[in-house]
Nanobody, 125 residues
Framework: QMRLVESGGALAQPGGSLTLSCEAS????????IGWSRQAPGKDREGVAC?????????DYADSVKGRFTISRDNDKNTVYLQINDLKPEDTGIYSC?????????????????WGQGTQVTVSS
C-alpha cells in the first residue's frame, strides 16, 4: 500500500523556522516527483514546492515562497523535507505532500495522485 505521512507541523513564531517531513511507505520516493502544497482556512490549496525524481532532482518553488522554502530528499530514509525559514503568519495552513510517478515535478498541486493527510503549521506570536 502506497502511503505518505507528513510530520513536523507546529505552532511557531514569526521569523522562526520549521522543517516538515514527508515519509513514504510502500514505494520508493526516488522514482517519484513530490510536491508540497498548503491550504489556509477559507483559501484554495496552493502548491509551494516540488522536487523531481532522482533522475532529475530538479526543484521548483512558488514565487510566494522563493528564498524562504527549501525542498530536499533523503532517499535512504525515503523521505522528502520542506524547510521553511523566516516564518510569516501567512504561512499558516495545512501542509500536505503528494507524489506522482513522473520524472519532472510540477508545483501545481492538482497534478499529483498520492497524498498524505497533512500537518498543521500555525505561525503566530
Amino acid at each position: 500500500q502506497m502511503r505518505l505521512v507528513e510530520s513536523g507541523g507546529a505552532l511557531a513564531q514569526p521569523g522562526g523556522s520549521l522543517t516538515l517531513s514527508c515519509e513514504a511507505s510502500g514505494f520508493f520516493l526516488r522514482y517519484y516527483s513530490i510536491g508540497w502544497s498548503r491550504q489556509a482556512p477559507g483559501k484554495d490549496r496552493e502548491g509551494v514546492a516540488c522536487i523531481s525524481s532522482s533522475s532529475s532532482d530538479r526543484r521548483d518553488y512558488a514565487d510566494s515562497v522563493k528564498g524562504r522554502f527549501t525542498i530536499s530528499r533523503d532517499n535512504d530514509k525515503n523521505t522528502v523535507y520542506l524547510q521553511i525559514n523566516d516564518l510569516k503568519p501567512e504561512d499558516t495552513g495545512i501542509y500536505s505532500c503528494a507524489g506522482r510517478p513522473k520524472i519532472h515535478c510540477d508545483v501545481d498541486a492538482r497534478s499529483y495522485e498520492y497524498w498524505g493527510q497533512g500537518t498543521q503549521v500555525t505561525v503566530s506570536s
